[in-house]
């Protein structure tokens, strides 16, 4: 296996940086009139076509922790993964068509102005600082992470000098603001589908070849056949992965709010299409939609094929930890490796785009919360549109470089990136979805149970957490527990980010009902039918997103 990056693959990579870079340059230069309205640096406001969205959705989602942790999930527990992916798809249409009006109506711009118009400003700035220590010590030191080290097993370069340059040139697309970052996404997304598949091609062609056959089909037959534990999207309690995938709770459970809170109460996600008409964000996210069914071909079946070639005897020394033992993330960039001169350098610019496509928009978020929502309503109330703008561009820099220097004490490696990311978002999504669903379709929803859920949540799940060693209940209706690495009992993350968002729902109603001013709630939003309509385009789009999942689970179960 040659590990390294050639000559002709640095040629490709610097064309793919060129024109990304070169891209965002002159888009930044046709808009620069307007880069002193913060609505335009941070939202892209009225600009941004249905295909920039919904490009910009996913280069914004796929990075690093899927390119890596995903298929090093496929290596391990096989298509049961791609729920992630699947699952999002119908969840960017119920978005679409439920929470897409409400926020566009009311003019919301940040996740924090719409608690704040919707409770009170406690809620708000509580839920803003749970946003940036989120976004900041999980998702950008996360991505940060994970891809510079992929990028150093491909290309042998240092890992700190990686970091530094993933970080450089994410900030150079963020400083331009979220039109130049919807934009560039585009071009992020060609290289990451083209590059993903050329990768997905490599692998299957390797495993058709590795017993006799040809062509990228056969490798898939072969695969079918040597590992169908791999192709099952639900799993039964005695899978060692349950815990990380607990059967049906994929279809019917936690699954749900993993998707609803991330693709419609996040800012990283919501702030592409929140400066759009309805048509166009309704049209973006169908877009996006569809590329989510696409991603586990590109993401999850090269994991598969890695694991295949490996109980084949291949990849023996490569799949190896530092611990000595099998590390899953490893599968990605040792395929990669395999690849020949030029097409490892499309593969890697592939990867490359969609760690900075992640990193840029991630740190624009958390430049949009900080400013508008921070440090507007604390520090400088009457600060102009150019200081905003100006606050927004040091907090982006700050915020990468803080993600740098913190990473690596995480122990996002140990754990699988994929998994960490998950399981830490996991202890504040139930309260915070619970929030925005009540205060969307329940005009009793009030502050004391939207402050109650918020910090309920992780206080909750930490709880559960340690739930059945503390009282020995370790099998229940509700849920059954699992004993982990170290020996302990555990309530699968799913099931307790559904337990949680239970207990979150359960709390608000009961405030809510008790307090007789929520009868005539002034804060309760104007929801009425004729919101939710859609074109006929659109229905027939989303109509056969569902046709294919429908088709997919019943091919895989």
Known sequence: MQKGLQSIDYLVFFFYFIVVAGYGYWIYQQKKSKQASSTDFFLAEGSLTWWAIGASMIASNISAEQFIGMAGNGFKMGLAISAYEWMAAATLVIVAVFFMPIYLKNKIFTMPQFLKQRYNSTVSTIMAVFWLILYVVVNLTSILYLGALAITTISGIDFTLCMWGLAFFAVIITLGGMKVIGFTDVIQVFFLILGGLCTTYLALTLVSEQFGEVGAIEGMKQMFTRADDHFHMILKKDNPNYTSLPGLAVLIGGMWIVNLNYWG??????????????????????????????????VVI??????????????????????????????????????PVGLKGLSFAALTAAIVASLAGKANSISTIFTLDIYQKFFKKNATEQELVTTGRIVIVVSMILAIFISPFLGIDKKGGFDFIQEMTGYVSPGIFAVFLLGFFWKRANSAGAMVATIGSVVISLVLKEFPDWTGLYETPIYTSFLDAEGKHIIPFLDRMAITFVICVITMLILGLIDPSTKENPKALAVDASMFKTTKSFTIGAIAIFIILVVLYTTFW
């Open 302 to 339: 090269p994991g598969i094929a890695a694991y295949v070639l490996y109980q084949n005897g291949m990849f023996q020394q490569e799949m190896l930890g530092a611990d000595g033992t099998v590390n899953p993330d490893h599968a990605y960039p040792v395929l990669l490796n395999l690849l």
């Open 265 to 298: 109460c996040n800012q990283y996600i919501t702030q592409r299409a929140l400066g759009a008409s309805l048509p166009v964000a309704r049209e973006g996210l169908l877009f996006a939609g569809f590329l989510k069914l696409l991603m586990p071909l590109i």
